[in-house]
């Protein structure tokens, strides 16, 4: 399934949640992933987040099940195919 | 359709790109917006957003076709209905 992870994290914790998230995915802008992952994989990136933030953090993930297409406005910081 | 906005902008552009997107959608954490428009919609955002931001922002508009979920891990700043 195609996921994207967007988070709104203390500064203290943005370097290891980055780190973390591009073990599975792409980066894409800033505080922003994507990219195809597995239940299993979504699983892992759910315990593994939890246990980096902090309470008051927030992260978002989207798991999409169908088609979606990406309209980039101004600099697209990691060019991914946009069509899928 | 539903769509998800995030945007990395520079800060002087910040509060103006959040105020303009408001009247469409719904903020749901820092840089990151949501919400159902229409295909008239969609084109005025991607109009107004290209001239609010500068050219090395970048703002990525995902139309999402089919469902999608929405795991929260941490808080979440604006609650919204998670699986449509």
């Known amino acids: 399934m195609h996921v994207i992870v967007v988070y ?3 500064k203290k ?3 290891k ?3 973390f998230l ?3 995915l792409c980066w894409r802008q800033n505080s922003v992933f994507e990219g195809e992952i597995d239940y ?3 699983e892992e990136v759910k315990k593994g987040l939890s246990k980096l ?3 008051d953090d927030s992260v978002l993930i989207y798991e999409l ?3 979606f297409k990406v309209h980039v406005i101004g600099h697209e910081r ?3 195919e946009n069509i899928i």
């Open 17 to 19: 949640v980055h780190d």
């Open 40 to 42: 299993r994989q979504l």
């Open 8 to 10: 709104d994290v203390d």
């Open 65 to 67: 099940s169908g088609k």
């Open 78 to 80: 990691n060019p991914q």
């Open 13 to 15: 914790r943005v370097v």
């Open 53 to 55: 933030i902090d309470s």
């Open 22 to 24: 591009a073990r599975y």
